[in-house]
């Protein structure tokens, strides 16, 4: 699906996989005020309440996001409202009903304004950039193998074999706080970038090289998100798998120094301009003051206007001075005017 106004394309799957009685992962993309949003989240809490978490943690999360009051939030701080507002919504379904108690809802989301992204998340769901012949994995899972990970008791492979593996440290509506992990500063982008929102049904039975090769070789996202989705299959599919692929095809980023670089080239030519207008300007004032002063008298006529007022039979100074002043003053009004 393309979304030219944000010049984004988007490919999405999402399956039960091979174990599982229904599926308990959720997903959407929709406008926000603050940019193009995209979100998958992986319930959990038996059949019923995982369905249910997943489902109502989007639609707080998108309820918040399009309010127009929250527009003009700084959009980190506007993810970390918004993860927190379905937080709260959740634990208010549960108590409303017991049997929802134990519900929550792993959540990863990603919001695009211009050439920046923006990433929040919590749980074990993930988000990767591909860029040119790499892939990144831009969040870090909230979970006891990545804290065992982090701490060097585990490696990556003996983690995917683990028996703590679906272990989760942060989910919305399970704790008071949730404590979304959200960056602070945005991602820029570049053009043909592609961003994968991903349940961890995928990520436990693809590694991050298929991933990469399978998004690089197929035709587009769609074909991407689907054949990533049978590949899990093809290795087990033990849980829900959900796949949403961007790829960001507008211009890419400028860096701020070469942002504020134009700026002020801009701005200096903007002036040059006006200056330049300026000095015409008063040129053409200068030429016009020029010309209307060749209709006073020269000093010679001046000097001759004098001398003929000293004779006793010429008209009295005052009159031939009169006379001599009153069309300079008619004459500059029209040149003014």
């Known amino acids: 699906m393309k979304i030219k106004a944000f010049h984004i394309t988007i490919g999405n799957a999402t399956d039960v996989g091979k174990v599982r009685e229904q599926n308990e992962d959720y997903m959407a993309h929709f406008v926000t005020p603050l940019g193009y949003c995209a979100l998958v989240c992986d319930g959990m809490g038996g059949s019923a309440a995982g369905e249910e978490a997943s489902q109502q943690a989007v639609a707080a999360i998108k309820y918040y996001l399009q309010d127009e009051k929250n527009a003009c939030i700084a959009i980190p701080t506007a993810l970390k409202n918004a993860i927190e507002f379905a937080n709260y919504q959740l634990r208010e379904l549960v108590q409303q009903n017991a049997a929802l108690k134990g519900m929550g809802t792993t959540c990863v989301l990603a919001l695009i304004k211009g050439a920046e992204l923006f990433v929040a998340h919590v749980g074990d769901s993930r988000l990767y950039l591909l860029r040119n012949k790499d892939i990144q ?3 870090r899972d ?3 193998v990545q804290n065992l990970i982090d701490a ?5 492979k003996e983690a995917g074999q683990s028996d703590k593996r679906n272990q989760i440290t942060k989910a919305i509506g399970i704790f008071e706080k949730v404590e979304p992990a959200i960056t602070d500063v945005a991602i820029p982008l570049m053009q043909h970038d592609k961003i994968l929102l991903c349940s961890d049904g995928l990520t436990a039975h693809v590694n991050r090289q298929i991933i990469k090769s399978t998004i690089s070789s197929a035709r587009d996202v769609q074909v991407a998100a689907m054949q990533l989705i049978a590949k899990a ?22 860096k701020p120094g070469k942002s504020r670089l134009k700026k002020y080239m801009m701005v200096t030519i903007l002036f040059l301009l006006v200056a330049v207008g300026g000095i015409f300007a008063y040129k053409e004032v200068m030429f016009t003051k020029s010309k209307s002063n060749t209709d006073y008298p020269t000093q010679q006529d001046t000097s001759r206007s004098i001398i003929r007022s000293a004779g006793a039979t010429d008209s009295p100074p005052k009159k031939s001075m009169k006379n001599n002043s009153m069309p300079k003053v008619k004459t500059n009004d029209s040149q003014k005017k």
């Open 137 to 139: 994995q831009v969040t």
């Open 233 to 254: 299959n093809d290795n087990g599919g033990t849980d829900n798998i959900t796949v949403q692929l961007i790829q960001y095809t507008g211009r890419s980023f400028d």
């Open 152 to 156: 060097g008791a585990l490696t990556e």
């Open 142 to 144: 909230h979970s006891t």
